[in-house]
Nanobody, 110 residues
Framework: EVQLVESGGGSVQAVGSLRLSCTAS????????MGWYRQAPGNVCELVSL???????YYADSVKGRFAISQDNAENTVYLQMNSLNPEDTAVYHC????GGKGTLVTVSS
């Protein structure tokens, strides 16, 4: 059974930082591209960042220069380091493309 468990969310003030983790099980982690997605209240699920099998990365324009994605294949974990957070980053963050599952809530206050 494939499982993805997100953690690391919380409440921070603007310009603060958080590091999210997504730990995977049930599939070969290092054979897969992994990504972070987020869904704010009333909004659609949007792609935040991807890390591909070859290590290349993608960032949405809204987070470019502030967020960094990385992965630890030995730990089957993908991380999202989020710096210079702003209230527009408030959302539930997921590592599933449909923003399914519980995710981890990030709340940024001004």
């Amino acid at each position: 059974e494939v499982q993805l468990v997100e953690s690391g969310g919380g409440s921070v003030q603007a310009v603060g930082s958080l590091r999210l983790s997504c730990t995977a099980s049930g599939f070969t982690f290092d054979d897969s591209s992994m990504g972070w997605y987020r869904q704010a209240p009333g909004n659609v699920c949007e792609l935040v960042s991807l890390i591909n099998i070859d290590g290349s990365t993608y960032y949405a324009d809204s987070v470019k220069g502030r967020f960094a994605i990385s992965q630890d294949n030995a730990e089957n974990t993908v991380y999202l380091q989020m710096n210079s957070l702003n209230p527009e980053d408030t959302a539930v963050y997921h590592c599933t493309p449909d923003c399914g599952g519980k995710g981890t809530l990030v709340t940024v206050s001004s």
